[in-house]
């Protein structure tokens, strides 16, 4: 499981430095987008092919999410217009 969690975390780490410009307006405005109380229970995993991967630390905050993912991609499309999608995995928030 360790080993996991190090290529996660490398991998992430790679997305991060492609566009960190774009990469710290995205964070701003799904902070922005979600609120305080939420994005304490989410983290952004990674951006590829227009989708941007969001886990989500349970159930109650993904299904919290699925009712604003129209919103949210709306705002997030100001900043990237590629995007197309938002994906929600329930998995380790850190």
Not at 35 to 49: F, S
């Amino acid at each position: 499981m360790e080993q996991i969690k190090g290529i996660i975390h490398d991998v992430i780490e790679r997305l991060s430095s492609q566009n960190p410009d774009k990469n710290q307006q995205i964070q701003r405005v799904w902070q922005e987008a979600v609120g305080k109380k939420v994005v304490k229970h989410t983290q952004i995993a990674g951006l590829k092919d227009g989708r941007l991967l969001i886990l989500v630390d349970s159930p109650v905050t993904m299904f919290h999410l699925n009712l604003k993912r129209g919103q949210i991609l709306k705002e997030l499309q100001k900043i990237d217009q590629k995007l197309s999608t938002i994906e929600l995995r329930v998995g380790r928030v850190q």
